[in-house]
T-cell receptor
Framework: AQSVTQPDIHITVSEGASLELRCNYS??????LFWYVQSPGQGLQLLLK??????LVQGIKGFEAEFKRSQSSFNLRKPSVHWSDAAEYFC??????????????FGSGTRLQVQP | NAGVTQTPKFQVLKTGQSMTLQCAQD?????MSWYRQDPGMGLRLIHY???????DQGEVPNGYNVSRSTTEDFPLRLLSAAPSQTSVYFC???????????????FGPGTRLTVT
């Protein structure tokens, strides 16, 4: 079955430390890939997206993600975390183009806590 | 543009009651979808629409109905509310700029529903 896996439910990092959030997908072809962030009580904000081309994608707030086809992964990274980055992060995919659905399948999320 | 709007923001229902969650977008987007968010489960797709008059089921459609009579509106109906439908509901819309081209999902602010 098609799925998105975020293996880390909760991560704690110190402010200024680097961050990597993992995301793996299982689809026959490469789907469209997204990372969203949700602050407590808020809606979803798109951090970045990958459709094709350069496998390293830059997003907002200093985030980047790298698509690795061989590992079916799309991990999110940030070199230096700020206290304001504390939030829940969701990886999401849209199946390959031919389904035409234009709706997302989400991972279960990773909650990021930032220690001072 | 107001983007994607959802009403109400909060709602409390008794078991067995029915209600409609409203969703509207003013971006002339073809595609709209409804998700529910539950702790530890990410967002799950309830129903989606690829254009006016066309809807289809997502992962968790039971207990919900949708219709899409106009491009702008995509209401979600709870036929007979159950405590298991306590959740936060998000509506989203997106466009398609053509095969092979990119797109983005725009999310509404969410409706927090409690069924007692």
């Amino acid at each position: 079955a098609q799925s998105v896996t975020q293996p880390d439910i909760h991560i704690t990092v110190s402010e200024g430390a680097s961050l990597e959030l993992r995301c793996n997908y299982s689809y026959g072809a490469t789907p469209y890939l997204f990372w969203y962030v949700q602050s407590p009580g808020q809606g979803l904000q798109l951090l970045l997206k990958y459709f094709s081309g350069d496998t390293l994608v830059q997003g907002i707030k200093g985030f980047e993600a790298e698509f690795k086809r061989s590992q079916s992964s799309f991990n999110l990274r940030k070199p230096s975390v700020h206290w304001s980055d504390a939030a829940e992060y969701f990886c999401a995919v849209d199946p390959p183009m031919d389904t035409g659905r234009r709706a997302l399948t989400f991972g279960s999320g990773t909650r990021l806590q930032v220690q001072p | 543009n107001a983007g994607v709007t959802q009403t109400p923001k909060f709602q409390v229902l008794k078991t067995g009651q029915s209600m409609t969650l409203q969703c509207a977008q003013d971006m002339n987007h073809e595609y709209m979808s409804w998700y529910r968010q539950d702790p530890g489960m990410g967002l799950r797709l309830i129903h989606y629409s690829v254009g006016a008059g066309i809807t289809d089921q997502g992962e968790v459609p039971n207990g919900y109905n949708v219709s899409r009579s106009t491009t702008e509106d995509f209401p979600l109906r709870l036929l007979s509310a159950a405590p298991s439908q306590t959740s936060v509901y998000f509506c989203a819309s997106s466009y398609s700029s053509g095969i092979g081209l990119s797109y983005e999902q725009y999310f509404g602010p969410g409706t927090r529903l409690t069924v007692t």
